[in-house]
């Protein structure tokens, strides 16, 4: 009898299958407590199974949690998550406590295919529901600070996404720094994370008004390459920008030349930018263009494609941008019981979004409505970037009420 009850308490394991969306159901499961398996994972590839960077990706995960078991099948292509509780701890013969423990996670040269945002992301998704703070640092000959095909910048992170936390009133000790740059595909960079901001439950948001633009800032760098790059991407930017805005300042940083790897290889040249863009209502937009040895293109080229990609995210309209939605959806969804509700442009729905909260449902967390928006605030006002109502949605998202769990057994 007593068997029989164990047995039907413990939590369903999930099933999906394939590689898609990867690190949001890994990060969805370590939240909700819920195991998962994972089949198919390029199963008709010529390169089946997981690839490096998920390898890695779960080789951190594991580092920030405890008691979660992981079982991979032979071929890679079938994964058994069953999730511990957030939050690390030092070895027995560590002299240092949990809050200052120092987690040294290295991106190996295979896994330079993703930007180090590929683990910055998910990170920070799972640090406010720690038991403790979160202090890691990324590096290895895999490091990329830069964008690259699949991934935006550090500096985007750094300046676009992580102010998204405000939103839920999680301010304290967030901090990325960039403490050696680097180029896809020669990485070698390294980067430093501090979140040490643990709550209880995220407030339910009501994001309505994305106002209009009053400023652009950003960042361009130049790796192993003339300074004189910098200026020639600003005044591209600058032709495009001006026509729209006056209050724009770009910074610019030069890096004499690109970082070595453990490995002795020197790292890769390169050059980019990075824009973000502030609305009067503090939302934000951001845009990344960077060299490639693929394709090359002037300083030229990347200033004004950088700015381009800027405007066009502007005019996807929303209190939030594509790159920044998921972050927001995962908070809302963790938060209190109760209706939140936030405004994107139509632009930002894209099929991935969808799946995201197709998945949200299937971990038994909140319903999401999507509707049409009729409301007339935020639609008026000086700067650049007038929002069309046409464009515009209202997602509301139910809270599940889950919280922190750790602070729940603290």
Not at 371 to 392: H, P, Q, R, T, V
């Amino acid at each position: 009898m007593s068997s029989h009850q164990a047995v039907s308490t413990a939590p369903q394991t999930l099933a999906f299958t394939s590689s898609t969306a990867f690190r949001h159901r890994l990060v969805q499961a370590t939240l909700t407590g819920k195991p998962i398996r994972i089949t198919k994972i390029r199963s008709s590839s010529l390169s089946p199974g997981l690839q490096p960077h998920e390898v890695s990706f779960l080789r951190l995960l594991d580092a920030l949690t405890n008691g979660g078991v992981f079982q991979i099948s032979e071929t890679g292509t079938t994964l058994l998550y069953k999730p511990g509780l957030i939050g690390h701890t030092p070895s027995p013969n560590s002299a240092t406590s949990s809050a200052s423990k120092v987690i040294k996670h290295v991106i190996s040269a295979e896994a330079s295919s993703r930007g180090v945002t590929y683990f910055l992301e998910p990170t920070c998704i799972l640090a406010p529901f720690s038991k403790s703070p979160f202090n890691i640092i990324f590096s290895g000959s895999g490091c990329v600070t830069s964008s690259t095909e699949q991934d935006y910048s550090v500096d985007t992170f750094r300046t676009a996404i992580l102010p998204l936390y405000s939103h839920f009133n999680i301010i304290a000790k967030l901090e990325c720094r960039i403490i050696k740059r680097s180029c896809s595909p020669g990485g070698g960079g390294e980067v430093s994370l501090t979140f040490g901001h643990q709550i209880r439950l995220p407030p339910t948001l009501h994001l309505r008004n994305p106002g209009r633009i009053k400023r652009i800032r950003g960042v361009c760098y130049t790796i192993g390459v003339s300074s004189a790059n910098n200026q020639r991407m600003i005044h591209a930017a600058r032709d495009v920008l001006n026509q729209f805005i006056n209050d724009i300042y770009i910074y610019s940083e030069t890096v004499g030349h690109a970082p070595a790897a453990a490995d002795g290889k020197r790292g890769t040249p390169g050059f980019g930018m990075s824009l973000v863009a502030t609305s009067s209502t503090d939302c934000l937009y951001s845009a990344d263009f960077s060299s490639s040895t693929e394709v090359i293109r002037t300083p030229e080229e990347i200033g004004r494609g950088a700015a381009l990609r800027l405007v066009e995210e502007i005019e996807r309209g929303g209190c939030v941008q594509r790159v920044g939605v998921k972050t927001v959806v995962s908070l809302m969804m963790m938060g209190s019981e109760d209706v939140g509700r936030v405004v994107l442009g139509k632009g930002v729905v894209e099929e991935g979004f969808v799946g995201h909260l197709r998945d949200w449902k299937a971990f038994g967390c909140g319903e999401a409505l999507v509707k049409e928006w009729s409301g007339s605030e935020g639609l008026a006002g000086g700067g650049m970037g007038g929002m069309d109502e046409g464009k515009l949605i209202s997602l509301g998202v139910v809270g599940k009420g889950v919280g922190n769990v750790g602070r729940k057994v603290a």
